[in-house]
């Protein structure tokens, strides 16, 4: 588990880099699922790492140059 955190901690400091926002939130959630995932969510307060809100629609465009952008970060 120890080398998916440093894994996570590169690819939230490209996040960082590429999304505005204030911080990185980290959650590791494996309920539902057999295996385990690592949630990096671009916050600006603590209400932003609420799993219970509705999910933002971004056009796959937008979505593909965050890729690049995080990508380019890396």
């Known amino acids: ?3 998916l955190h440093v894994f996570s901690k590169k690819v939230a400091k490209a996040l960082q880099k590429a ?3 204030k911080r990185i939130g980290v959650a590791v959630i494996g309920l539902e699922v ?3 995932h690592i949630h990096l ?3 600006n307060s603590a209400d932003d ?3 219970t809100r509705p999910k933002l629609t971004v056009a796959k465009e937008v979505m593909e140059e965050t890729q690049k952008k995080i990508k380019s970060y890396l």
Request: charged share 0%; with cysteine.
């Open 1 to 3: 588990m120890a080398h």
């Open 19 to 21: 999304v505005p926002c």
């Open 34 to 36: 057999p295996h385990t």
């Open 41 to 43: 969510v671009p916050m």
């Open 49 to 51: 790492l609420n799993f």
